[in-house]
């Protein structure tokens, strides 16, 4: 199984950016997904999960501002980022877990980091 993330680059404040992932493999069956980030010198930290059944979570920081959506046909999942700011700066990676073809339990993959950079 592998994740693959796009959508980064350069932004101004305010501005907006739409980061999408795309699992691919022998997959049965993807429950949670979500997007965190690591910014520069910092741990890395929960952005936005959803669940298979379609509820989200938000980290505080991001709330109002994010929204997180999956598109299970696709085994994609987006992150739309309106009003952006220099602190939304990081590498941004996606996690999935995933149940593979032939196994019964999830196991948590993640994806290659997408850098966003918002300038003031």
């Known amino acids: 199984v592998q994740l693959q993330a796009s959508g980064g680059g350069l932004v101004q404040a305010g501005g907006s950016l739409r980061l999408s992932c795309t699992a691919s493999?022998?997959?049965?069956?993807?429950?949670?997904m979500g997007w965190y980030r690591q910014p520069p010198g910092k741990q890395r930290e929960l952005v936005a999960t959803?669940?298979?059944?379609?509820?989200?979570n938000y980290s505080d920081s991001v709330k109002g501002r994010f929204t997180i959506s999956r598109d299970d046909a696709k085994n994609t999942v987006s992150l739309q980022m309106n009003s952006l700011k220099p602190e939304d700066t990081a590498v941004y990676l996606c996690?999935?877990?995933?149940?593979?073809?032939?196994?019964?339990?999830?196991?948590?993959?993640w994806g290659n980091g997408t850098l966003v950079t918002v300038s003031s």
């Open positions: 996690n999935a877990n995933v149940i593979p073809r032939g196994k019964m339990f999830g196991m948590n993959y």
């Open positions: 493999g022998s997959i049965f069956r993807i429950n949670t």
């Open positions: 959803i669940t298979s059944f379609g509820s989200e």
